[in-house]
């Protein structure tokens, strides 16, 4: 599976929003500066997240982007598959007669197992759960 750059970043950009659900709307600046993101492509990638109904955008000083369902309802995978298309579909190329082709079938349907059970709800909770493993501890 390969993913581009425009699918790494909308996942990041879908994981921020995520991290800050029932908050208050977070503007394109903020996760551009958060994930190193070029401001203008997220832009592009945020519009196109929106008219897919993943997120959805308010007008004004206060305004910005929160997502447009609960995090324990969006997949890693539904995500994916619609930034990236119909080329998410293939691990490796072959053909029909490859003898590695079954292998590579096994490959496509172990990655869309875990993309697909895996939410933006999980992924949040995964990574507070690592995060507050190592915090630092001054005692002397």
Known sequence: ???????????????????????????????????????KFLELILAGLKQGGFVESRRGAEGGYLLARAPESITVGEVLRYVEGPKLQRAAPGKADDPLSVMWGEVDRAISSVIDHTSFSDLTRSWRERQSRFVPNFDI
Do not use: C, H, T
Not at 17 to 36: T, Y
């Open 1 to 39: 599976m390969n993913i581009s750059v425009k699918g790494e970043y909308a996942l990041q950009a879908m994981f921020d929003l995520a991290e800050r659900a029932g908050g208050e709307p977070v503007k394109i600046g903020a996760i551009a500066r958060r994930w190193k993101i070029p401001q």
